[in-house]
């Protein structure tokens, strides 16, 4: 029973890492605190011993610990003050720590990201949301507009591709329809080009190169 007791801790203690999304190479530094925090809640479930429904807790000492009357959630984000007496005064005076557990005397047990470290400390701003935002966050944007787009081919069905058949067909169409009037332009600037011969019968023609980058001259 010990030992299934412990697995249902260590089992504990990862659901709650899960549930506020540490990486896992911040799991490693935490798991400690997570697990001492996972059997201190366990402490708190109601159980019934002879007849009497309490908490482990109320049965082992008597009484409801103290931090069961300011209890968080774990993974939440909070500012933690971090400025002295020598600190600038534009330096920073807290930094954002992640609550990772209980402690026994009323305070709050904190990870410093910063200092990789636990702070015990009570002077702490809650900012009502988790340290770790989901990772899908950063492309939510990108993922309405690929919805957008599948949406709106969803409500047109087969038009957009008679749509895009139809100007990819006008488009070749126009370029098709350049082409002959440049060939034309040229045929015609051929044709009033004068043709000079020389004695021995050989056709003399202008540098059209050069005519052209003369201005036409």
Known sequence: MAELGLAVLTKHGVVL???ARVPMKIRYRVFRETFKTATVLNELEAVSIEGKVLTRYEHCVGKIPSFAKHLRTWGEAGIVKIKTATTA???DKGVQCMFIGYATNSRGDVWNPITNRVNNTRDVIWLKRMYFKPQDDANE???DVDVMIVEQEQITGQGNG???VASEESFDSAERSIESEERSIESEEESTTPITTTRSGRTVQPPSR????MGGI
Do not use: G, Q, S
Request: glycine share 0%; hydrophobic share 50%; aromatic share 0%.
């Open 17 to 19: 890492m899960v549930r």
């Open 210 to 213: 050069l005519i052209e980058e």
């Open 162 to 164: 008679a749509e895009t």
């Open 141 to 143: 944007d990108e993922v």
């Open 89 to 91: 005064k534009l330096a």
